[in-house]
């Protein structure tokens, strides 16, 4: 059983945009301006950790905080003030928004030139289309990223997708399901309808859990052999930590990792992945300025 | 067994198109423009049935037909005069389209605002949103139509979708993973590489063939007790008839009918709803204009 180590792979892909951003001059590089609103916890530590990787790269990476009771009006007003800003080549608006805004009006509201975080509906059209102009939003292509560098193979696999998600499980089918060697996959999508779910996921030779259900998936729903992706970030209770709880997956990490020829752990799997291909993206829309 | 009748479900939505549209004044009816590339034989021959259900429900619809030696820039001019033109609030331009054009980018030419046939990508990124002020495409928003008003309920049940095309395979599996009863769906989607399929489609509780190779589900592919809904339109060789050919689809239709709880006939089954669907985005483009 092989862990699969997405520091690792995150750091090597992160080193790779450091050596070509380094080659460009110092006052024409990508600049990526993330947007909080308000103090959720979680939402904090992730834009600090995107910021310090575009540092950690060579890349401008600003962030606005904007006061949990901005208006949806004058959020989209500053996004179209960064969408007419030529500096700012990457715009990422983090989720989740105060439940006074519309996620998707907000998303689709990014120009599609600078929509690194690859969420609206320009976006996901041209993933529908192979079209590769377009932005692949971050976790999923974070997975393919993270099969690639792995050596896994999806072509003829049987990929089962659990979760339907704009974020993360229907974009993933939708990559899983293109042309070539990283793709060409069959592919299941599964969810909370889903009946005799067990019998559908230990179909899959490729498991990817996004589900948003701590250790959901047992050991009984996978296929000895599978190679699992445990997208999940839920926080449980632990009394033994500071903090009163850890971050643990949609897997059953203890009882499921045995049964694998390949996982990816809970943290250090797909999250820092996902960051990276947020910065591969940033780089991606620099280059295509002014197309 | 029930054979599903295309022909007379596609007729009640009509009717119920046209008894919407004659309440309209004369001269403020919804207009689609269809536009044809040279002179397939099929292209001509759609294009000719789209005009006159136009015409039946009391609708404009205009066809221009270019020649087959037009280029792509003067396409696009042709579409961009379109999409200018506020008496057209719908434009279709017949798939297949000449060799040294690009189809993708033809349908990414019309306006998201008039494009009917729902191949866009702002169109399909929509699709994947669930937002419903998109154009989802016709032949798939048949399919999900013609199990609406024979009460076939999908939710929870097991759809598999045999093709990953971007007018049929990839958007009826994205409607089909929608939330509602005539969604909700669990869905696989096969295709070329797909290995063991049959074992795939014989799980399947609606099976969606969209291969487009003639006859090629065979009855040891369908799950006893399935619906089958078949998309396919081959022309094979028959002496038989006049026109030396026939249209088949892509079931083995004699062997596999007799297992179906409910199948759909090639011709007569989804192609009407494919038309009429045409229709309806057409009125639903006509109430949005302006918008």
């Given at each position: 059983?092989?862990?699969?180590?997405?520091?690792?792979?995150?750091?090597?892909?992160?080193?790779?945009?450091?050596?070509?951003?380094?080659?460009?001059?110092?006052?024409?590089?990508?600049?990526?301006?993330?947007?909080?609103?308000?103090?959720?916890?979680?939402?904090?530590?992730?834009v600090?950790?995107?910021?310090?990787?575009?540092?950690?790269i060579?890349?401008?990476?600003?962030?606005t905080?904007l006061?949990e009771?901005?208006?949806q009006?004058?959020?989209?007003?500053?996004?179209?003030?960064?969408?007419?800003?030529?500096?700012?080549?990457?715009?990422?608006?983090?989720?989740?928004?105060?439940?006074?805004?519309?996620?998707?009006?907000?998303?689709?509201?990014?120009?599609?030139l600078?929509?690194?975080d690859?969420l609206?509906?320009?976006?996901?059209g041209?993933?529908?289309?192979?079209?590769?102009?377009?932005?692949?939003?971050?976790?999923?292509?974070?997975i393919?990223e993270?099969?690639?560098?792995t050596?896994?193979?999806?072509?003829?696999?049987?990929?089962?997708?659990?979760?339907?998600?704009l974020?993360?499980?229907?974009?993933?089918?939708?990559?899983m399901?293109?042309?070539?060697?990283?793709?060409?996959?069959?592919?299941?999508?599964?969810?909370?309808?889903?009946?005799?779910?067990?019998?559908?996921?230990?179909?899959a030779?490729?498991?990817?859990a996004?589900?948003?259900?701590?250790?959901f998936?047992?050991a009984?729903?996978?296929?000895?052999?599978?190679?699992?992706?445990?997208v999940?970030?839920?926080?449980?209770?632990d009394?033994?930590?500071?903090?009163?709880?850890?971050?643990v997956?949609?897997?059953?990490?203890?009882?499921?990792a045995?049964?694998?020829?390949?996982?990816?752990?809970?943290?250090g799997?797909v999250?820092?992945?996902?960051?990276?291909?947020?910065?591969?993206?940033?780089?991606?829309a620099?280059?295509?300025?002014?197309?």
């Amino acid at each position: 059983m092989t862990v699969i180590d997405g520091n690792a792979i995150a750091g090597q892909l992160i080193e790779e945009l450091r050596s070509e951003v380094s080659a460009m001059p110092e006052n024409a590089r990508p600049c990526i301006h993330l947007v909080r609103v308000g103090e959720d916890p979680a939402s904090v530590s992730y834009v600090k950790k995107k910021q310090e990787t575009a540092a950690k790269i060579g890349m401008t990476g600003i962030v606005t905080v904007l006061p949990e009771a901005t208006t949806q009006a004058e959020l989209f007003a500053f996004i179209d003030a960064l969408n007419a800003d030529s500096s700012v080549h990457g715009i990422l608006v983090q989720a989740p928004l105060p439940k006074h805004m519309n996620e998707r009006d907000t998303f689709n509201r990014i120009s599609p030139l600078k929509d690194v975080d690859g969420l609206n509906a320009a976006s996901v059209g041209k993933l529908v289309q192979d079209d590769e102009s377009g932005f692949a939003s971050c976790t999923p292509s974070g997975i393919v990223e993270l099969l690639r560098r792995t050596g896994v193979r999806t072509a003829g696999k049987h990929v089962v997708v659990l979760g339907r998600s704009l974020l993360v499980g229907k974009p993933a089918a939708l990559l899983m399901l293109q042309k070539g060697p990283f793709a060409d996959a069959t592919v299941t999508v599964c969810h909370s309808r889903t009946k005799d779910l067990p019998s559908k996921t230990a179909q899959a030779d490729i498991l990817i859990a996004a589900i948003g259900r701590a250790r959901f998936v047992s050991a009984d729903m996978v296929k000895p052999g599978a190679v699992v992706i445990d997208v999940g970030i839920n926080r449980i209770a632990d009394a033994s930590r500071k903090s009163g709880q850890r971050l643990v997956g949609d897997v059953d990490y203890d009882a499921v990792a045995p049964l694998c020829e390949a996982i990816t752990p809970v943290p250090g799997g797909v999250g820092p992945m996902t960051v990276a291909m947020l910065m591969k993206n940033t780089l991606k829309a620099f280059k295509m300025r002014g197309c």
